[in-house]
Every structure is written in structure tokens, then in C-alpha cells.
């Protein structure tokens, strides 16, 4: 199976856990758009 997960927080210096693996949103959103690019390329989906 492929698969990610991806912790995303909008302030991660501040999440009970896991804060310093967390993108912020906005990081997140850059790193979906990449994503998205590659896996069209490879014929494959989301």
C-alpha cells in the first residue's frame, strides 16, 4: 500500500504532541500541490 500521513496544526510550537512533525496549513497546502503534480504524472490518484 502507498500512503502518507501528514500532521498538520495550526500552531504547532503549541499542539499537545507531535508539534515538531506538524506543518502548518499553509505549508501543508504547498506540499499537497506537489503531490498532486506527481501523482498525475504516475497515473495514479489521491
Do not use: C, W
Request: net charge negative; charged share 25%.
Amino acid at each position: 500500500a502507498d500512503g502518507l500521513m501528514i500532521e498538520v496544526h495550526n500552531n504547532p510550537e503549541k499542539a499537545l504532541s507531535d508539534g515538531a512533525q506538524s506543518l502548518r496549513p499553509e505549508t501543508f497546502d504547498g506540499v499537497m500541490t506537489s503531490l498532486r503534480r506527481y501523482v498525475q504524472v504516475e497515473g495514479r490518484s489521491l
